[in-house]
């Protein structure tokens, strides 16, 4: 079993900056990929960014250039500092592991209002 625990979500005034970070514990294979997703109220989970073992990144457009995403050399816990937040940002960010199955963190509140 894998387990997923977030921490750095908030409230913050447009343009300012977040970090987020998962620490996975339980089964982990350095080969997993960890990744983060958001949902808006009334919308679909999406992809905001994810991270192989490779350290090569994917980003989801509409934050490339503001969010980026990292992991520490244990692989086990991952990142997405996130820089010139919009209010369209305002999301639950749940962070992801995904190996031979997926697993979810609980998520945390990203606002973003002036």
């Known amino acids: 079993q894998v387990q997923l625990t977030e921490s750095g979500g908030g409230l913050v005034q447009p343009g300012g900056s977040l970090r987020l970070s998962c620490a996975a514990s339980?089964?982990?294979?350095?080969?997993?990929?960890m990744g983060w997703y958001r949902q808006a109220p009334g919308k679909q989970r999406d992809l905001v960014a994810r991270?192989?073992?490779?350290?090569?990144?994917n980003y989801a457009d509409s934050v490339k250039g503001r969010f980026t995403i990292s992991r520490d050399n244990a692989k086990t816990t991952v990142y997405l500092q996130m820089n010139s937040l919009e209010p369209e940002d305002t999301a639950v960010y749940y962070c992801?592991?995904?190996?031979?199955?997926?697993?979810w963190g609980q998520g945390t509140q990203v606002t973003v209002s002036s």
């Open positions: 991270i192989g073992s490779g350290g090569y990144p």
């Open positions: 339980g089964s982990i294979f350095s080969w997993g990929v």
């Open positions: 992801s592991y995904r190996d031979y199955k997926e697993y």
